[in-house]
């Protein structure tokens, strides 16, 4: 730790380097080290954001005892083998959704985590957006009532992106992990119509999903 911050290491500098900032300006955290494989992109982002400590091996970073927590935003087959691996090496973890690509996989992080008595999240950011929040300030204030039937949708533009060749189990992940089931009642019984495709304009497939929980989900 950095003066009783924590010293987070980000894996992934694509869509992680949106949360460099977040990290610098947390009051918890010190932004202490950025991981990428391309050396010019690392040092692209790290000059950008003004963090010193860089790392093109990921084993090298998880080795790194100064490093307690670390942010993986890396390809979906990595999710699990590094959370795994970063909680065997005493880091705690938060990893982008999904967890894993596997019931096994998911064990194993669950094992992993319990001990090496570190903490795991599977980071599903939507849940935080100041949208979510308002609407879930609304339900708890009570200004919208018992609340009987809620509906959302997902849109995401998937043309040029790689095929993962797992459908549906990659394409569903944000709108099965949207805000909408914390919005609702504790007590819920959820039912999503997800539309999976391409893009908005091909979608290749639907799959409906029927839910139902008696747990809490917030």
Not at 74 to 96: D, E, N, Y
Not at 148 to 156: A, T, V
Request: aromatic share 6%; charged share 20%.
């Amino acid at each position: 730790m950095t003066q009783g911050k924590l010293n987070i290491a980000i894996v992934g500098l694509g869509f992680g380097s949106e949360f460099i900032p977040i990290y610098q300006h947390h009051p918890s955290t010190n932004m202490y080290a950025v991981c990428r494989r391309n050396r010019e992109q690392l040092d692209a982002v790290g000059d950008a954001f003004g963090v010193s400590r860089r790392y093109t091996s990921f084993e090298e970073l998880i080795g790194d005892p100064e490093v307690d927590a670390v942010h993986i935003n890396s390809p979906i087959h990595l999710h699990a083998p590094q959370s795994i691996a970063a909680l065997r090496a005493g880091k705690h973890v938060a990893c982008t959704v999904p967890a894993a690509v596997s019931v096994a996989e998911c064990r194993e992080i669950a094992q992993a985590a319990e001990s090496s008595g570190r903490n795991y999240m599977m980071m599903e950011t939507a849940i935080y957006t100041r949208e979510f929040l308002f609407v879930r300030e609304l339900r708890d204030s009570g200004r919208l009532g018992r609340i009987q039937f809620m509906r959302g949708s997902h849109q995401q533009e998937m043309a040029g992106w790689p095929a993962i060749g797992r459908p549906p189990a990659d394409a569903l992940r944000h709108p099965r992990h949207q805000p909408l089931p914390g919005a609702g009642q504790r007590r819920s019984r959820t039912r999503l119509l997800l539309r999976i495709g391409l893009d908005s304009g091909q979608a290749c497939r639907q799959v409906r999903l029927a839910i139902r929980s008696r747990k809490r989900v917030v």
